[in-house]
Each structure stands twice: as structure tokens, then as C-alpha cells.
């Protein structure tokens, strides 16, 4: 069974900085791709960034030129860096990761949370 654990997140006053850990275990076989996604209040959940095995990267709109999602497969961690922050960043932060588990099978793995809130 692959599990996630977030964590990294807190109250920032806006413009400030917050760096997202996401610690992976668990066996698997490969890795499709790993992300960050985000659910404020009354919203639904949506995508952040993700990250391919191979480094290729895709963001949000909102968060171009702010985040940037990272990895170390050798530490089986996730990182997602986010820089200027804004009130409208406020939310629960996700992480997860998808591909095939130990015995082949798909996985499609979410860690439990980690709350950002940002103060104006």
C-alpha cells in the first residue's frame, strides 16, 4: 500500500514563502506522474503542479512563476516551493502520486492534508 504524508504548511502573512513536503512509502513498480493539489473552502478540489519521472513540470495558471514543484525519487519525496504568496492561496493542500504498486497493480495514492492560510 503507498501512503503519503504532507507537511509544511502553516499561517504566512502574503508575500511570504512555504515549502510543501510530501514523504512517499509503500513498494511500487513505476511512477505515471506526482502532483500537488489544493481545496479551499467551499470549493473544489484543483490541480497545482505536477511532475512527471522525467522531470517535466505543468502548473496551475494562478501559480505560474510563484510555485515550483520539485522531486527526489531517491528519497521518495515531493516538494512544492511557493513563493509570493497570496489570500487566495489559502487552502488544504494535497499530495499525489499515481502509477503501478508493488505487484503491478494501478495506485492512485492521496496524502491526508496539510492546511496553508494566508494572512493579508
Known amino acids: 500500500q503507498v501512503q503519503l504524508v504532507e507537511s509544511g504548511g502553516g499561517l504566512v502573512q502574503a508575500g511570504g514563502s512555504l515549502r510543501l513536503s510530501c514523504a512517499r512509502s509503500?513498494?511500487?513498480?513505476?511512477?505515471?506522474?506526482m502532483g500537488w493539489y489544493r481545496q479551499a473552502p467551499g470549493k473544489q478540489r484543483e490541480l497545482v503542479a505536477t511532475?512527471?519521472?522525467?522531470?517535466?513540470?505543468n502548473y496551475a495558471d494562478s501559480v505560474k512563476g510563484r510555485f515550483t514543484i520539485s522531486r527526489d525519487n531517491a528519497k521518495k519525496m515531493v516538494y512544492l516551493q511557493m513563493n509570493s504568496l497570496k489570500p487566495e492561496d489559502t487552502a488544504v493542500y494535497y499530495c499525489?502520486?499515481?502509477?503501478?504498486?508493488?505487484?503491478?497493480?494501478?495506485?492512485?495514492?492521496w496524502g491526508q492534508g496539510t492546511q496553508v492560510t494566508v494572512s493579508s
Open positions: 511532475i512527471t519521472t522525467g522531470g517535466r513540470t
Open positions: 499525489n502520486v499515481g502509477g503501478l504498486d508493488g505487484r503491478s497493480w494501478p495506485f492512485d495514492s
Open positions: 509503500g513498494s511500487i513498480f513505476s511512477i505515471n506522474a
